[in-house]
């Protein structure tokens, strides 16, 4: 095979791996899509590696119209998350788990473990005077002023 | 050797993609994903589409996804953007299909390539407007009927009479959180830290 066209064939193939990785592992909806949309490259990229190998244009014409494809996924894929995300406020992809299969168990989210709270803060040194025991007041010719509680 | 370079930016960008806490930088790393990927598709004699791409993903369809992004999303990093859904199990699986992938990319035989001609965009739009005429329409009124359907249901959302009559399920009014072990856990974080959840 024509290295190129090999190396191309390998880029999609790893692309299309990373956008499963991404749509299985993300919680964020938004970012599920984009991982779809990546493997849709993915795909598009090995109709113009065989189209070069070939030297036919039809390997293009068809990526034009996987990208057409793509842009309507992609309007049609952002109300719907719009429109879950004006039902829930969230973008958490667990807050619809409501929608699984009556037999599965829930995929509850496990709140991630907080590291203990820290035992002691800083404390900074007060400066200056403390205004309620010193206030301070601005006369009428502009000079600031300091009353003695 | 540019093609080599293109591809490892655009694996590069691909592993930030999965790797961002902070899902925008996510969506810019797909960005970069694409952009490499044009590079690539120049390579292949593809420059139009290389154009193509680059207009339509990175300028249309990315920057909508950041607008939707900004609108969702406080700038505080949400709590499911910094876990991940059983990440080992879907890196196996990812590793899994890709070597499926490669062994079936390596067994194919193709024949050897065709003599190389220079790439011509004007054959390629002959192709579009000759043979290919009615896909390029049909395409385009999945495109008309996609943005309709787009604006119906971005509608639907905002005042759904048939919302508050469905028999007998309360969908609850929009944009109230349900109080979830994550606003419980982001609770305490707050109450913990001094300054409170700024």
Request: hydrophobic share 55%; proline share 5%.
């Amino acid at each position: 095979m024509n290295p190129a066209t090999f190396q191309t064939l390998m880029l999609a193939a790893t692309l299309f791996a990373i956008g499963i990785v991404g749509f299985l592992s993300r919680k964020n909806m938004i970012l599920m899509f984009l991982s779809v949309e990546l493997m849709l490259a993915a795909v598009a990229m090995n109709f113009i590696a065989f189209g070069a190998h070939y030297q036919n244009y039809q390997g293009q014409l068809f990526a034009v119209l996987i990208l057409t494809i793509a842009s309507c996924e992609a309007a049609i894929g952002l109300a719907l998350v719009v429109s879950l995300f004006k039902r829930k406020a969230t973008l958490d992809i667990a807050a619809w788990s409501d929608l699984r299969e009556t037999d599965r168990e829930a995929n509850v989210e496990v709140p991630v473990e907080q590291n203990e709270p820290i035992e002691s803060y800083p404390v900074l040194t007060p400066a200056g005077t403390d205004p309620l025991v010193n206030p301070v007041r601005v006369s009428k010719d502009g000079a600031l002023d300091t009353l003695k509680a | 050797m540019l093609l080599f370079f293109y591809s490892c930016l655009a694996v590069f960008a691909g592993v930030g993609f999965l790797a961002f806490r902070q899902p925008i930088y996510s969506a810019l790393s797909f960005a970069a994903v694409v952009l490499a990927t044009c590079g690539v598709f120049v390579m292949n004699d593809a420059p139009y589409l290389a154009a193509a791409t680059m207009i339509v993903y990175t300028g249309a369809t990315i920057i909508v996804f950041l607008f939707v992004l900004m609108f969702a999303q406080r700038s505080r990093l949400q709590l499911y953007d910094l876990s991940r859904n059983a990440p080992v199990w879907s890196i196996v699986i990812g590793m899994l299909l890709f070597s499926f992938l490669f062994a079936a990319i390596r067994e194919i035989s193709i024949e050897p390539p065709a003599p190389h001609v220079p790439s011509q965009v004007a054959e390629l739009g002959k192709l579009m407007f000759t043979d290919f005429i009615w896909t390029v329409e049909i395409v385009g009124l999945l495109l008309l009927v996609a943005t309709i359907a787009a604006i119906v249901i971005a509608q639907d959302a905002q005042n759904d009479p048939a919302e508050k009559t469905e028999s007998g399920i309360n969908v609850s009014p929009a944009l109230v959180p349900v109080p979830s072990a994550s606003a419980q856990t982001a609770k305490r974080v707050a109450s913990a830290r001094p300054g409170g959840n700024r």
